[in-house]
Nanobody, 120 residues
């Protein structure tokens, strides 16, 4: 199983970016999917999470600005980021809890990370 993320980049304060992450491989089922981020010198933190049924949760600092969504048929999760701030600058990682044909139970997988830089 692999997670491939895309959509990061450099944007000015107040701008928008859309991150996407697609899981591929011998996937039987995907449970929760989400986005984490890690800023320099800080620990990785959960930004947003979405369940198979579509229930969403967002970190307080991004509520009203970021929106997580999911395309179950495409094994893809998106993160729409609006009104970006310099403090959103970080490497963003996608995550998926996956049941694959080669594993007896669900296992967590991470994408390689995509850089988001917000200039002031």
């Amino acid at each position: 199983v692999q997670l491939q993320a895309s959509g990061g980049g450099l944007v000015q304060t107040g701008g928008s970016l859309r991150l996407s992450c697609t899981a591929s491989g011998t996937i039987v089922s995907i449970n929760a999917m989400g986005w984490y981020r890690q800023a320099p010198g800080k620990e990785r933190e959960l930004v947003a999470r979405i369940t198979p049924g579509g229930s969403r949760s967002h970190q307080d600092s991004v509520k009203g600005r970021f929106t997580i969504s999911r395309d179950r048929a495409q094994n893809t999760v998106h993160l729409q980021m609006d009104s970006l701030k310099p403090e959103d600058t970080a490497v963003y990682y996608c995550y998926a809890d996956v049941l694959s044909e080669s594993e007896p139970q669900y296992k967590g997988y991470w994408g390689r990370g995509t850089q988001v830089t917000v200039s002031s």
